[in-house]
């Protein structure tokens, strides 16, 4: 995931982010208790810390987190970083992880060309209180869904999919059930004559 803020509103969003981020409480996926839980494999949490490094060492500030969590299981801190870089791994590649990369933008424009910067396109949040322009911008942004003013959730009653590098195709809704049929065209031509062609 990548966040493209507005300077306008960045420092105001950072401090809640981090605030709320450090109340996360990481630990047993079965516990009610838990707000996180690890991640799948120990290969995404080598993902994970390869591709957080790389950033550090290209001159991101690590504002939260950053690391492995010790103990059993594949733990990582909830991390927030910016100072983003194109040239980061973390600005290319998908993390499936905890972790935050916030770019500062000048206005919407920015934080578009950004956005479709990239190889991938499976969902994008919009977050605003003007919804004329979110439309504008949902229409702009390189993605198979955009939601506004909410996380990207899948819903059965509209399709759902990725463009790019993120997939091809459709699933749910009618469209998703026609990804599992055949069409068959059959065409009839009448009043045939001997010199009958077909455009």
Do not use: C
């Not at 399709?159 to 998703?176: A, T």
């Amino acid at each position: 995931k990548r966040f493209f803020v507005g300077k306008n509103i960045a420092d105001e969003f950072i401090e809640l982010f981090i605030k709320k981020a450090s109340q996360l409480k990481v630990g047993d996926p079965m516990s009610i208790e838990t707000d996180m839980g690890p991640v799948s494999s120990k290969d995404g949490l080598d993902t994970i810390s390869g591709i957080v490094e790389d950033a550090k060492k290209k001159g991101a500030e690590i504002l939260l987190g950053g690391s492995e969590m010790e103990g059993k299981g594949f733990f990582y801190r909830p991390t927030i970083l910016t100072n983003v870089k194109p040239e980061m791994r973390i600005a290319n590649e998908e993390t499936f992880g905890p972790v935050a990369p916030i770019t500062i933008v000048e206005n919407e424009s920015e934080a578009v060309k950004l956005a479709n910067e990239s190889e991938f396109g499976l969902g994008a949040s919009i977050w605003t209180k003007d919804l004329a322009k979110a439309d504008k911008m949902s229409r702009r942004i390189e993605s198979g869904i955009v939601s506004v003013n909410n996380v990207v959730i899948s819903d059965p009653r509209i399709p759902f999919g990725g463009i790019k590098h993120s997939g091809f195709g459709r699933e749910l809704s009618r469209y998703g059930m026609l990804e599992f049929v055949n069409l068959k065209s059959v065409r009839f031509y009448d009043n045939l004559t001997h010199h009958h062609y077909v455009e």
